[in-house]
């Protein structure tokens, strides 16, 4: 019995012993890389002293419109600055404010690894042409070229056209003498636009902004931001138990159940229609063209097609930049 306890003790210090040099291996890398990446960038201006491990996210705004506010505000007070820095967690966030300093990095097809923070990204939009890299990204981007192309462009003019009057009948309602915010019903109209262009459907989000697909698209968007600029809801065990981890999941489901009804229900009509080459409706106005239908034709210089969860990624980003920006 002596010796089985011997025994036991000496495994549960060896374990403790492994257990601690890998915390203090993990430490040592994590404090070693972040004190390199400081003295790197120690010369460039930042918006406040940063705390160890959280930097400067207890500063930062909570809502998505104050936050920006707050980075515009701060760009105008280092405006003799080339950019400055901003440490959300361990990770440096630069913000460039000069025509010089954007080119370079948007000109640059090369470094195209994305920060940290874009993995929260990963549930809904995949790994599209917003946050893939390396040889998928430009891949992906050589196929999806050709369907930005001017010719094909106009033909979204008459939605663009249709719904901008609505708008404006909105904008129309609103006007007295006391100022309004036009903002929600300008992202209603781009929502409008951009549903209709990309997938081909209707969601009447001016006339209905209550739906669930418009309120998720809306609220998902302010629930992945909003945990990009919280280091300590980065882990998902933290982020479910204490943050909008539940959430989250509800929005993402109806986000994805909807584009992803879509996708079939056009994919289904094209095999339908194929060999039809009757392009006017019933109405004798011509057959739109959307952007999910030329997803659906694409192929690469092998001739693959692109899947419905490629599809979707990239259907899903522009309803996620719509909304973003």
Same mark, same amino acid.
């Given at each position: 019995m002596a010796v089985l306890a011997v025994s036991g003790f000496s495994a549960a210090l060896l374990g403790s012993s492994v257990f601690v040099a890998v915390l203090t291996y993990l430490t040592y890398r994590l404090l070693s890389g972040h004190l390199h990446q400081w003295y790197q960038l120690k010369d460039i201006p930042e918006i406040g002293p940063s705390l160890p491990i959280i930097g400067h996210? =207890?500063?930062?705004?909570?809502?998505?419109? +104050? #936050?920006?506010?707050?980075?515009? @505000?701060?760009? @105008?007070?280092?405006?003799?600055? /080339? &950019?400055?820095?901003?440490?959300?967690? /361990?990770? /440096? $966030? $630069?913000?460039?404010?000069?025509? @010089?300093?954007?080119? *370079?990095?948007? !000109?640059?097809?090369?470094?195209?690894?994305?920060?940290? /923070?874009?993995?929260?990204?990963?549930?809904? =939009?995949?790994?599209?042409?917003?946050? !893939?890299?390396? !040889?998928?990204?430009?891949?992906?981007?050589?196929? &999806? *070229?050709?369907? #930005?192309? #001017?010719?094909? =462009?106009?033909?979204? =003019?008459?939605?663009?056209? @249709?719904?901008?009057?609505?708008?404006?009948?909105?904008?129309?309602?609103?006007?007295?003498?006391?100022? #309004?915010? %036009?903002?929600?019903?300008?992202?209603? %109209?781009? &929502? +409008?636009?951009? %549903?209709? *262009?990309?997938?081909g459907k209707k969601i009447y989000a001016q006339s209905n902004s209550s739906s669930d697909y418009v309120q998720s698209v809306y609220k998902m968007t302010d629930i992945i931001t909003r945990r990009q600029r919280m280091p300590w809801f980065w882990p998902d065990l933290s982020y479910n138990m204490f943050g909008e981890g539940l959430e989250h999941n509800r929005r993402l489901k109806t986000l994805q159940s909807f584009t992803s009804s879509v996708i079939h229900e056009r994919a289904d009509h094209l095999r339908s229609s194929e060999g039809d080459t009757d392009s006017v409706s019933e109405q004798g106005t011509r057959k739109r063209q959307a952007f999910l239908d030329m997803l659906l034709k694409t192929e690469d210089g092998a001739g693959n097609m692109l899947t419905h969860q490629d599809i979707q990624e990239e259907v899903d980003t522009f309803m996620f930049e719509v909304r973003g920006h």
């Open positions: 996210a =207890l500063m930062l705004k909570r809502n998505a419109r +104050d #936050f920006f506010n707050q980075i515009v @505000e701060a760009s @105008e007070e280092f405006r003799s600055s /080339p &950019l400055l820095k901003i440490w959300v967690g /361990p990770i /440096p $966030m $630069m913000v460039l404010y000069h025509a @010089e300093t954007v080119e *370079t990095l948007l !000109s640059n097809t090369v470094h195209m690894d994305k920060a940290y /923070p874009y993995v929260f990204l990963h549930p809904w =939009l995949g790994t599209g042409l917003l946050t !893939s890299t390396g !040889s998928k990204w430009h891949k992906r981007r050589k196929m &999806l *070229t050709p369907t #930005f192309h #001017f010719s094909i =462009l106009t033909e979204f =003019l008459e939605v663009m056209n @249709e719904q901008a009057d609505i708008l404006v009948d909105k904008l129309g309602r609103e006007v007295g003498e006391d100022p #309004f915010n %036009c903002f929600n019903h300008i992202t209603l %109209c781009a &929502l +409008d636009i951009i %549903c209709e *262009t990309a997938m």
